[in-house]
């Protein structure tokens, strides 16, 4: 089975820009998360969706959003973009059994560089 | 008040000697699970180990054990026969029912491993 992919790998983009990440999840896995890594604030959870409905949204702006597609494949956005959102952003994906999740299997992360 | 903690922010182990990596939780909720994922260098998050909170028994996957104390909110990470490729930053993390499939992680251990 192939694992979570992300692309791109590595972006650079200049403040105020935009850009979307895309997460392709496990086959079969319906939850998508998505999270940010940096060296200063660490892992943060962003928001996790599941059947294209977001569940849960972690303390970011709103300038962060996202989405998930019917084939449970999940985008993120981020708009006017500042440097602090230079970071490591990772997808990850899990399955459930009535109605219980699993473990979060992630992918290899999106390192986004702001200039 | 931080969710996980990670006391140690680096630790050193001998080649094929044992490690325990601390890590202790708060929450209030009674129904959480705990995770221990490892990530190399490269920036992947390799899950390891889950313990849920009504687990009777300690989680073990190879050389990877959980001495989960729930008493104490803690959830040490025992890694046996340690191994060079077992040099990553380690991390521990607390998924509670009422957030879903949110995860939060604990500021991570660098582990390395010498020869």
């Known amino acids: 089975k192939a694992g979570v992919t992300q692309t791109p790998r590595y972006l650079i983009k200049t403040r105020g820009q935009q850009v979307t990440l895309s997460c392709s999840p496990i086959s079969g896995h319906r939850s998508v998360s998505w999270y940010q890594q940096t060296p200063g604030q660490g892992l943060q959870f962003l928001f996790e969706y599941f059947s294209e409905t977001q569940r849960n949204k972690g303390n970011f702006p709103g300038r962060f959003s996202g989405r998930q597609f019917s084939n449970s494949r999940s985008e993120m956005n981020v708009s006017t973009l500042e440097l602090g959102d230079s970071a490591l952003y990772l997808c990850?994906?899990?399955?459930?059994?009535?109605?219980?999740?699993?473990?979060?299997?992630f992918g290899p992360g999106t390192r986004l560089t702001v200039l | 008040a931080q969710k996980i903690t990670q006391t140690q922010p680096g630790m050193f182990v001998q080649e094929k000697e044992a490690v325990t990596l601390d890590c202790t939780y708060d929450?209030?909720?009674?129904?959480?699970?705990l995770f221990w994922y490892k990530q190399p260098s490269s920036g992947e998050m390799i899950f390891l180990i889950y313990?849920?909170?009504?687990?009777?028994q300690n989680a073990t996957e190879g050389r990877y054990s959980l001495n989960f104390q729930k008493a104490r909110k803690s959830a040490n990470l025992v890694i046996s026969a340690s191994q060079l490729g077992d040099s990553a930053m380690y991390f521990c993390a607390m998924r509670e029912m009422e957030y879903g499939n949110k995860l939060v992680f604990g500021a991570g251990t660098i582990l390395r491993v010498k020869s």
């Open positions: 990850a994906s899990s399955w459930t059994i009535a109605g219980v999740y699993n473990e979060q299997f």
């Open positions: 313990q849920g909170s009504y687990d009777q």
């Open positions: 929450t209030s909720d009674p129904s959480y699970g």
